[in-house]
């Protein structure tokens, strides 16, 4: 007993030790905050940071790991500058395997970078199905319960997600609660008493035995007859119409075999509907590729996605964005003042540079696919693409608010609208000066740049993480227990 409380004491110690930061004075203080999370890094995440990489997020790290698929999630960087921790989640499913359904403690944006999806969620206490294709976007409210699909011939599905935590227990990254299982994830239901669950399903203890205990392939399994002849597999291959009228034929109760190990059923219950499925009454999802650019010149194109046109990113507080830079040229130096910004390179290689508030170099390095990075709100920085290959880099931002930005060099630079006696006495140079200083540059935006790109490195090039499951058998990893 006695160790039992000395083991929760320290445990409470080291969970508040981990949480505390202490507010930003400037770059030595900034350094010394990323010096104490050192310590529980790897010595390759340690000296990377110590690389002029502060803002380079660490590499992912799996937390669920099957044979049929994987999730890798990079940890949010945290501190008072980071006005809203976000984590980003890879997740990689083999053709014709399923996400079983569970629920968070976070929300979810889903983004779809390959292969096509059918996300099933629970929305206004009742069932829908959305079919994602590449460049779609889709919200999962945290304690809504999902599933994922993947119907595929041939291809693996990759997703990027964040992962806002902002309503979380707190306990690690995130916490699943999984409604679908068996001994392998344990469902939730496993937690109440024989009793309890034969009452409240009105079966037999021996037909609930068998439907708790007979998932034991991980979080994501098979689909497909070779690997796992069930429901879930019967059900994944009707077309989607047969298969709701199926659904709803099992609900209903006439198929009662089909009923007794029916997943469905289990998220009828969570969602409280009686039995009402299906109702196509929830928010679509919205593509980021069909979306027009809000700027495109010679050098390249971006697009930003708010609240304003896709709402449930209003309900999130989260934004999103995507950026195309033609091989040299690169986004103008500006500052996001509504909110910190999370990306991930998609394609390509280039360079990010970051500025501390004093004006000192805050991070100045070169990003792959594959590579998060971070930057903070009011931080001015600036992205530039190598010089063979364009640069495409998607992300994420901490508002839902119309994104305005604000460029400190180009056409459109704010030191146009300053260009006043006072900001050359600022200078300490005419006002002459000053104006054929900041009319030098006729374009806006994204700028031609090859002098500051970065040159390829071939010997450089790493894997990317996401794109492939490495072979590892049924060895699910829960990196959030």
């Not at 160790?3 to 770059?27: E, I, Q, S």
């Not at 050192?38 to 997020?57: P, S």
Request: hydrophobic content about 35%; proline content about 6%.
């Amino acid at each position: 007993m006695g160790k039992g409380v000395c083991f929760l004491l320290l445990a409470l110690v080291l969970c508040h030790g981990l949480t505390v930061t202490t507010g930003y004075k400037g770059d030595k203080q900034w350094r010394e905050e990323r010096g104490k999370a050192e310590e529980e890094e790897t010595e390759e995440q340690v000296e990377r940071r110590r690389t002029k990489d502060m803002f380079l997020m660490p590499r992912s790290r799996p937390v669920m790991r099957t044979d049929a698929g994987e999730m890798r999630v990079v940890r949010s960087l945290r501190g008072r500058i980071i006005d809203k921790p976000l984590h980003i989640g890879f997740i990689t499913m083999e053709p014709h395997s399923l996400f079983i359904p569970q629920y968070l403690d976070s929300s979810l944006i889903l983004f779809v970078r390959t292969g096509e999806a059918r996300v099933g969620c629970i929305y206004e206490d009742e069932m829908v199905e959305r079919r994602l294709k590449i460049g779609d976007v889709f919200h999962i409210p945290a304690g809504s319960t999902f599933y994922i699909l993947n119907p595929g011939e041939g291809q693996r599905l990759h997703i990027i997600c964040s992962i806002d935590p902002s309503e979380s227990m707190n306990l690690d990254i995130f916490q699943s609660f999984f409604v679908g299982g068996g001994t392998y994830p344990s469902s939730v239901l496993v937690g109440f008493s024989p009793e309890t669950l034969s009452s409240a399903f009105n079966v037999s203890a021996s037909r609930l035995k068998g439907l708790l205990s007979r998932q034991q392939d991980g979080p994501i399994v098979h689909v497909t007859p070779s690997h796992a002849p069930s429901i879930w597999t019967r059900l994944s291959q009707l077309q989607e119409e047969d298969r709701l009228k199926q659904v709803k034929r099992m609900v209903q109760g006439e198929v009662e075999q089909l009923k007794e190990w029916s997943w469905w059923n289990l998220l009828g219950m969570f969602s409280g509907n009686g039995g009402k499925i299906f109702k196509d009454k929830s928010p679509d999802s919205y593509n980021i590729y069909k979306r027009s650019p809000d700027f495109r010149n010679d050098y390249g194109w971006s697009v930003a996605v708010d609240g304003s046109v896709y709402k449930p990113l209003r309900d999130s507080g989260t934004g999103i964005y995507l950026v195309n830079l033609t091989a040299g040229s690169m986004m103008a130096p500006h500052v996001n003042p509504r909110a910190t910004e999370y990306g991930i390179v998609l394609r390509g290689s280039g360079r990010i540079q970051i500025v501390f508030p004093n004006g000192s170099l805050a991070m100045d390095t070169k990003v792959r696919e594959g590579d998060v990075f971070c930057v903070p709100r009011y931080f001015a920085f600036c992205q530039i693409a190598s010089r063979s290959s364009p640069f495409e880099f998607f992300g994420f931002t901490t508002s839902s608010l119309k994104n305005r930005p604000q460029f400190l060099a180009g056409a459109n630079s704010l030191l146009h609208a300053l260009s006043t006696p006072e900001l050359a006495a600022a200078f300490g140079v005419t006002e002459e000066r000053l104006r054929r200083f900041i009319n030098a540059q006729n374009e806006a935006v994204i700028l031609p740049s090859a002098s500051a790109a970065p040159p390829d490195d071939e010997d450089e090039k790493r894997a990317v993480e996401f794109e492939a499951v490495p072979e590892v058998g049924n060895d699910m990893i829960m990196g959030y227990d």
